[in-house]
Every structure is written in structure tokens, then in C-alpha cells.
């Protein structure tokens, strides 16, 4: 059974750039953090809430609990302006794509959109995968056709693209251009290692997309504290697809954070990527991860707390929304006071701390 394909309705940008959320995959990968399969539902609610346009659910066929959700979801989830992805793997050295079973298990998911993670790095493909660089473009080009034969939208993440471009540039040049031709509507530069200078960032963005003619999207891991300005250099370099998750949660330290990417790109480059009246709403939607009492924002890195945004002095609070409580209950308050802008208090912390009603920084 084929899955139509999909693209985000809800922002004013609509399919011409992508915010795509990856907490419920990526971000899951932070320590102290663990979802169940209602924590990811009611998780998917409140981004598609905020306008995201694309949300990655997991990787259906490798965790079961992902399986389950893409499931439920199919019955549970009425989503206004996200589209669902399934994440997973290329096929493996010398397998038919239709005969890998976690690629078949990603057609299982109903998902209309999939994305495949692909190496990008020679490096890789011969000590990790153990083949060579023709068998690794074929990896890409047989599971993407496939894809696209069944109705799905692909993207492809091309992991460690940076460090292996810095070795063998046209390696990375053949696999960018191996999965359009095969169909992938993005390809995705990824900064795995997080090590990436912003500057640089943008200088390989703007020469694969001049080389390739692709459409090209932006991974960055947060390990020197860059991921959020490699992000938005990316983008003004010309990708039009940023994957981030909320508050930055992800392995090792992180990811970019959803909500500073947002508020850079919408106050300072000045694009509409979240539906008219939402950009309020930031703080707000960041806050219920904190429930989590193992989970603490380290108090020394830039994190959504940064971004207060008040678009004008004598803003009035933004409308009461839902918020969804996840393993632990966390209570919020009646009423906003600025902009819908919030911060409750951390687990244990005493009602007269000083985070109080947000401040406005920009």
C-alpha cells in the first residue's frame, strides 16, 4: 500500500523551506530522557501546534516502541501543519532494497515521507561498511528509487558530510548527486561531529548547491557550541531545510535547538517560517521537556531560555494553549504575562527563585 506524498500547508513559506523537528529520533538521544509512545504523541501534538513542518517519529523496524508509535499515530493523530517521517538506513552492502527488511519495515510505517541516513564519508564506507564507493552510491540509489516508486517523499541525511568532504570532496559530490538522481527531493549536510565553524559551514553549502543544482538541508550536532550559527548560516548560504530539535536535546551535548533556530531566522533574517501568531509561542512549547526531574539545562550553554521574543513593548499575552504533561506532571501557570512567554519553575526549585514571568531578550 503506497502513502500519498506530503508536504507542510502551514506556514507562509509552505514546501519552499522545511523546519523538521527531530526530537522524537535524534533529541531521544540525550541522557535522561526517555519517551513512551504516549510521551511521543502527545510530543508531535505540540510541534505540529507550533507550526513544524516536518516531524521524524523514529526509526519504525530497528525500535519497537517506534514501530508502535508510527501505528498509533495512524489513528491517533490529526495533525494540522506537520507531516509524519520515518527515519532509517540505507540498504546494506550486496541486499536488494526490497529484500532489506528495515527498509521494508520503513514502507510498513505508512509514513509519507522517509528519511534515509547515508554515508557520506569514503573513510566510512570503507572501514565502517566495508565496501567501496560505487557499492555505497548504489546503497543510495536502490533504496531511494524504491522509495519514491512506492509513493514516499525521501529525504537523505548524509552523516559526517563535512569531515569527509574536508578529505575527498567528489566523494561527497557523487553521493549528493546519486540520491537526486535517484529521486530524493533533499539532501541533508550533516555536521555529525558537531566541529564545524559556521563560516566553513556556509562555504560548503553554497559550493555543493552550486556544483549540484541540489536542494540542499542542514544537520548540525552542538559539541562546539556552533549548531545553532552553523544552522542559520546554512540557510542563508541557501539550504532551505534545518533540522533541529527541541531545546537542543540530542546525544553527547546536543543538537540545534528548534526554538533558537526558529527565533534567529524569524528576527533576524527575517523569514515567516511559523504560522502568523505563533512566534510567541516559543518559550512556551520549550517548557515541557523540563519536566523530566533528570533533566537540567546546563547552566553555562545558550539554550530556547535565550530566546524571549516580544515582537513590540506593550505586547499583550498570547492565548492559553494546551500543553501536553509528559512523564512527570509539570504545572503551569494560569495565564501568561508576556507573549505567551513562560518559565516555570525547575523541579525542586523554590517559588520565590527569580524565574519567574520571562524577561524579554533578543
Known amino acids: 500500500m503506497s502513502a500519498a506524498r506530503a508536504a507542510p500547508a502551514g506556514t507562509p513559506l509552505g514546501d519552499a523551506f522545511h523546519l523538521y523537528d527531530t526530537t522524537l529520533r535524534d533529541g531521544a538521544q540525550a541522557e535522561g530522557i526517555t519517551y513512551s509512545v504516549q510521551d511521543k504523541l502527545a510530543v508531535a501534538r505540540l510541534l505540529d501546534e507550533l507550526g513544524v513542518g516536518f516531524i521524524e517519529g523514529g526509526w ?196 540545534a535547538d528548534l526554538f533558537a533556530v526558529i527565533g534567529n531566522l524569524a528576527t533576524k533574517v527575517h523569514m515567516p517560517v511559523l504560522p502568523e501568531g505563533n512566534l510567541a509561542d516559543l518559550v512556551r512549547v520549550s517548557t515541557p521537556w523540563r519536566s523530566w526531574p533528570t533533566r537540567r539545562r546546563s547552566p553555562g550553554r545558550p539554550t530556547s531560555a535565550a530566546v524571549r521574543l516580544r515582537t513590540r513593548p506593550d505586547c499583550t499575552p498570547a492565548p492559553s494553549r494546551s500543553t501536553p504533561s509528559f512523564t512527570t506532571t509539570s504545572t503551569r501557570p494560569s495565564s501568561a504575562t508576556t507573549c505567551g512567554c513562560w518559565s516555570p519553575r525547575w523541579p525542586g526549585e523554590p517559588a520565590s527563585s527569580s524565574r519567574g514571568a520571562s524577561s524579554v531578550s533578543t
Open 60 to 255: 519504525p523496524g530497528a525500535m519497537p516502541k517506534d514501530t508502535e508509535f508510527f501505528a498509533r499515530a495512524a489513528a491517533e493523530l490529526s495533525l494540522r501543519h506537520a507531516v509524519l517521517v520515518a527515519f532509517g538506513a540505507t540498504r546494506k552492502p550486496g541486499v536488494l532494497a526490497a529484500d532489506d527488511r528495515q527498509v521494508r519495515a520503513l514502507l510498513d510505517s505508512q509514513a509519507a515521507v522517509v528519511t534515509l541516513v547515508a554515508k557520506s564519508d569514503r573513510r566510512h564506507v570503507e572501514r565502517a561498511l566495508r565496501t567501496d564507493a560505487a557499492e555505497n552510491r548504489k546503497m543510495v540509489v536502490d533504496t531511494v528509487a524504491l522509495l519514491v516508486t512506492e509513493g514516499r517523499r525521501v529525504f537523505v541525511d548524509l552523516e559526517h558530510f563535512f569531515d569527509g568532504y574536508a578529505n575527498d570532496p567528489q566523494h561527497g559530490i557523487g553521493v549528493v548527486e546519486a540520491a537526486v538522481q535517484a529521486g530524493a527531493d533533499v539532501a541533508v549536510l550533516c555536521d555529525t561531529n558537531g566541529g564545524m565553524l559556521p563560516l566553513r559551514v556556509a562555504e560548503v553549502a553554497a559550493e555543493v548547491g552550486a556544483k549540484t543544482g541540489a536542494r540542499l538541508g542542514i544537520h548540525c550536532q552542538d559539541d562546539t557550541a556552533r549548531a545553532v550559527a552553523s544552522s542559520v548560516s546554512a540557510v542563508q548560504a541557501g539550504a532551505t531545510h534545518v533540522q533541529c530539535t527541541a531545546n537542543g536535546y540530542g546525544e553527547r551535548t546536543g543538537n
